[in-house]
Nanobody, 125 residues
């Protein structure tokens, strides 16, 4: 069974850093794309960053470019989202999603195989 589980959220001050983890269960990343999405209170869920396991290509939303980095471990069982220089507007529930395929899209609709339960990230002083 394909499953993903997020971890690593928490409370951090503006300018601080957090690393989110997405653990893959029931599959390895070679044939899957992983996406990080977030939903802030009162807003729609949006794409943050995506990773293609087939060619290691990445995508970043403009709002996080230069601050966030998506990566995987060598065993191809974990995907990380390193978040630096965090801003209050980064406050949201962050979700990890998996989809078999080349990762041709970072749209929410592309990811249907598995979604995690989400992890809360709060950026506040």
């Amino acid at each position: 069974q394909v499953q993903v589980v997020e971890s690593g959220g928490g409370l951090v001050q503006p300018g601080g850093s957090l690393r989110l983890s997405c653990a893959a269960s029931g599959f390895t990343l070679d044939s899957y794309a992983i996406g990080w999405f977030r939903q802030a209170p009162g807003k729609e869920r949006e794409a943050v960053s995506c990773f293609s396991g087939s060619d290691d290509s990445t995508y970043y939303a403009d709002s996080v470019k230069g601050r966030f980095t998506i990566s995987r471990n060598n065993a191809k069982t974990m995907v990380y989202l390193q978040m630096n220089r965090l801003k209050p507007e980064d406050t949201a529930i962050y979700y990890c999603a998996a989809q078999m395929g080349p990762g041709a899209s970072c749209e929410e609709e592309y990811f249907s195989d598995s979604w995690g339960q989400g992890t809360q990230v709060t950026v506040s002083s």
